[in-house]
């Protein structure tokens, strides 16, 4: 199995600040990785597909990049809104897995 | 708009069934791979099984493999995952979801519905 690791596991920020969490894999995944935004109670958001493709009506503030086995996740301008979980999802190989989640809190 | 709803979820005893439901719409589900990842209580998520377009093809999670099994109806548009031999460890929140085109990322998902297994 692709074992997918996320760092940190908890970031504490304030609105304004930029936000980066790191993605790797334990092996190659091309580009084929997702990452989804979760809030409490709620599903799961996808953000982005093949590491870096924002999906429609994602706010222009994520992006997302990187390739093989490291990626990356940046909210360039924390809001209100992105305090939540984030997690990246590998769809190279099954099983499909996730990452363990980054939590996103209030400094 | 594109909806998935679940149901079926409860509270089950160790070594029990239950099956789950999920109904499609707003999009034909027959041309879509689907499927469904779990979150425990307080944890992350897990995919456990997915099935092709015509459900054909079937894919799962070896921890609930021989145990689990997904089908379709695409005349009802709808999902199923049958759950038999329940464990403690199967408690969590069910989602659905479809696989955006040829690639099993989740682009729309459901609400969920919460399986309990206790005695």
């Known amino acids: 199995d692709i074992q997918m690791t996320q760092s940190p596991s908890t970031l504490s920020a304030s609105v304004g600040d930029r936000v980066t969490i790191t993605c790797r894999a334990s092996?190659?995944?091309?580009?084929?990785l997702a990452w989804y935004q979760q809030t409490p109670g709620k599903a799961p958001k996808l953000l982005i597909s093949e590491a870096s493709t924002l999906q429609s009506g994602v706010p222009s503030r994520f992006s997302g990049s990187g390739s093989g086995t490291e990626f990356t996740l940046t909210i360039s301008s924390l809001q209100p809104d992105d305090f939540a979980t984030y997690y990246c999802q590998q769809y190279t190989r099954y099983p499909y897995t996730f990452g363990p989640g980054t939590k996103v809190d209030v400094k | 708009e594109v909806q998935l709803v679940e149901s079926g979820g409860g509270l089950v005893q160790p070594g029990g069934s239950l099956r789950l439901a999920c109904a499609a719409s707003?999009?034909?589900?027959?041309?879509?791979?689907m499927t469904w990842v779990r979150q425990a209580p307080g944890k992350g998520l897990e995919w456990v099984a997915n099935i092709k377009r015509d459900g054909s093809e079937k894919n799962y999670v070896d921890s609930v493999k021989g145990r689990f099994t997904m089908s379709r109806d695409n005349a009802k548009n709808s999902l199923y995952l049958q759950m038999s031999s329940l464990r403690a460890e199967d408690t969590a929140v069910y989602y659905c979801?479809?696989?955006?085109?040829?690639?099993?990322?989740?682009?729309?998902w459901g609400q969920g519905t919460l399986v309990t297994v206790s005695s």
């Open positions: 707003g999009f034909t589900s027959s041309s879509y791979w």
């Open positions: 979801a479809r696989c955006a085109g040829n690639s099993c990322y989740f682009d729309y």
């Open positions: 092996q190659s995944l091309s580009s084929r």
